[in-house]
Structure formats: C-alpha cells, structure tokens
C-alpha cells in the first residue's frame, strides 16, 4: 500500500599509499591503465578532495 523502498547506496572507499592523480588512467595517467577503476569512476560520483587530520 504505497510503500516505498528506499535503496541503501554501495560505498567503495580505496585506500591507497602514495597514490596520486597521476596514476590513475581515469584521471589521465598514460603510463598505468586501471580499466576497472576507471568503470566505478563513469558509473559513480568522484571526490577529488578528502583528507584525514592525523
């Protein structure tokens, strides 16, 4: 009766040491090709700022 379902979204989060834009062919390396990552990017959102106080 009127119901609605509301989707709980999937959340990838990857952490990686001393990865930076560069390396990514998603953000316009040419010398590493991440065909995977590079879906999840076209198919989902990028956050381009994020940090941790340490």
């Known amino acids: 009766m009127g119901q609605h379902l509301v989707k709980a979204p999937n959340i990838i989060l990857i952490f990686c040491d001393d990865l930076g834009y560069g390396d990514l062919s998603g953000y316009g ?13 076209t198919e989902g959102l990028r956050f381009t700022i994020w940090g941790l106080k340490t």
């Open 29 to 41: 390396s040419i010398w590493n090709q991440t065909t995977e990552i590079d879906k999840m990017m």
